[in-house]
Nanobody
């Protein structure tokens, strides 16, 4: 069985920083990409940042220049460094992992989410 677990969320002040962690574990053959999404109640879950196997990163316009995504393939871990936080950055942040489990098919696997609250 494979698992995806996020951590690092919490309360931050506007202008402050948080670092979110995503760890994939279990019988993993390979990870092709790791993604961070954000969801606000009543809204669609939206992509925040993505990093692929070859290290290519993509960012949503609303976080460009403020957030950075990093990946350690050997540890099956990705981090989202969130700087210059704004109250509108608040939401539940989810990690999605594009991976292949042992004796399984390539698919996307979601973590349980970690809450981020930014005070004004």
């Amino acid at each position: 069985q494979v698992h995806v677990v996020e951590s690092g969320g919490g309360l931050a002040q506007a202008g402050g920083s948080l670092r979110l962690s995503c760890v994939a574990s279990g019988h993993i053959v390979w990870i092709y990409a790791m993604d961070w999404y954000r969801q606000v109640p009543g809204q669609q879950r939206e992509l925040v940042a993505n990093i692929t196997t070859d290290g290519v990163t993509n960012y949503a316009d609303f976080v460009e220049g403020r957030f950075s995504i990093f990946r350690d393939s050997d540890k099956n871990t990705a981090w989202l460094q969130m700087n210059s936080l704004k109250p509108e950055d608040s939401g539940v942040y989810y990690c999605r992992v594009d991976m292949v489990p042992r004796w399984g098919d390539r698919n996307h696997y979601w973590g349980q989410g970690t809450q981020v609250n930014v005070s004004g």
